[in-house]
């Protein structure tokens, strides 16, 4: 854990949040179903978390959008995969992730999945670095505004490290 600098939100505190967006969601979709696409491989733990937290008929789906491999800067493209042909038409879906930086890889996901179809198309963050936004798109559902800083755990990682983390720290400048 040498490259750790400090812990920005400890398991409690991502716990309570969690929670609390949750009930937001299970309130906003009452008596409805919901199709959670969870945004491989950082919300793999949030998506865990949140959906057992949901008091909905919810399915998951998974796609996995890459962009930045080692680096901790965003690159221009966004590559999406997923195994066969996932059906939204006519269904609410709510896209999750767990950091939103710059936008590019929602927004590119929001395009896929609007041609669609779906009844309504929404979006769930964990962490929101607001600063950094380039593309034009609405987040639904946001947990903390964090600052222009590289972070780490619960499912984000640094060059494939520290995704195990439960808890959610800032990475030493030199290690970025
Ligand atoms: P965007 O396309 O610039 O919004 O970047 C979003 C994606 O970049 C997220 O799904 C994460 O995988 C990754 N990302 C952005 N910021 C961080 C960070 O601070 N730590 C780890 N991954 C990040
Ligand atoms: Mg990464």
Known sequence: MDDIQD???????ITDKVREIAARISENYAGKEL??????????????DLMRRLTLRVSVEFVQAASYGASTTSSKNIV?????EIDISGKHVLLVDTIIDTGKTMDC?????????????????????????TADIM???????????????????HGEKYRNLP?????????Q
Not at 167 to 175: G, S, T
């Open 35 to 48: 199709v959670l696409i969870c945004i491989l491989k950082g919300a793999a733990v949030f998506t865990a």
């Open 80 to 84: 999406v995969e997923h195994g066969g």
């Open 167 to 175: 808890y959610i720290a800032a990475l030493k400048p030199a290690a």
């Open 139 to 157: 987040i639904s559902y946001s947990g903390f505004e964090i600052p222009d800083t590289f972070v780490v755990g619960y499912g984000m990682d």
């Open 7 to 13: 812990i920005l939100f400890d398991e409690q505190t």
């Open 109 to 133: 996901l929001f395009k896929k999945f609007e041609a669609q179809n779906p009844a309504t198309l929404k979006a769930v963050v964990l962490l929101d670095k607001k600063a950094r936004r």
